[in-house]
């Protein structure tokens, strides 16, 4: 019989292949999948998360869980799906126009994911007529915006003004994040709120589709 706590660990220290073998393990056993992400695989990236918050562990082992995580997400979101399972919810993730940095918008994604949401990532280099067009694509509940340098965070409010300007503003919360973003910064451009972590990025989440 397939101990998942097993799963949990490998997700925490991020060791991908023990992680993939036994979440392959626990499906061919018969396991819920809907049991693996809800009872293992998400509080296992709320520790990490956790963690890297409490300076415990730094960016490299987050990538690590994250990886892990994700290679155990693979196997179980095709099983969900297939079933018509509900995600947590839908957000449209990118780094805003003119910043090429994607390392922290990654985490914060695959952060999300992990505490199941169904997330598409844009990438970098996003312009605010592309975040409109998959708001109207994708439906989501939130645009997670992120940007990592002072020159670029301008970028952020363009969007939210696009977004508004395109009657699109109120089917959407805004989320925004990254090193030079602020509270206050967050609050004059009309976003909805902030986080400078992913794991403040998931509560953040979790409390906007609430």
């Known amino acids: 019989m397939t101990d998942l706590n097993n799963l949990y660990d490998a997700i925490v220290n991020g060791n991908l292949e023990l992680s993939i073998k036994t979440t392959k393990s626990a499906l061919d056993e018969g396991f819920d999948p ?10 296992a990236m709320d520790k990490i998360g956790g963690m890297f918050e409490d300076c415990e562990v730094f960016v490299p082992e987050l990538l690590m869980a994250a990886r892990a995580m994700k290679g ?4 179980v979101q095709p099983l969900l799906t297939a079933k018509g399972a509900e995600s947590k919810g839908k957000i449209i993730i990118g780094t805003v126009q003119g910043d090429l940095h994607d390392i922290g ?19 970098n280099d996003v312009s605010p007529q592309k975040f409109t067009d998959a708001i109207k694509t994708h439906k989501p509940q939130i645009v997670a915006l992120s940007a990592l340098l002072t020159t670029t965070m301008t970028a952020m409010e363009t969007v939210i003004k696009t977004i508004n300007d395109a009657g699109l503003r109120d089917r959407v919360k805004i989320m925004i994040g ?13 976003a909805d709120g902030y986080s400078d972590n992913a794991n403040g990025a998931v509560k953040l989440a979790r409390e906007l589709v609430n």
């Open 34 to 43: 809907k049991t693996i992400i809800n009872d293992f695989m998400i509080p």
């Open 72 to 75: 155990s997400l693979g196997l």
């Open 105 to 123: 918008k990654n985490i914060v994604g695959s952060m999300l994911e992990g505490a199941g949401f169904e997330v598409i990532n844009l990438g």
């Open 178 to 190: 990254g090193a030079p973003v602020t509270a206050n910064f967050s609050e004059r451009i009309g």
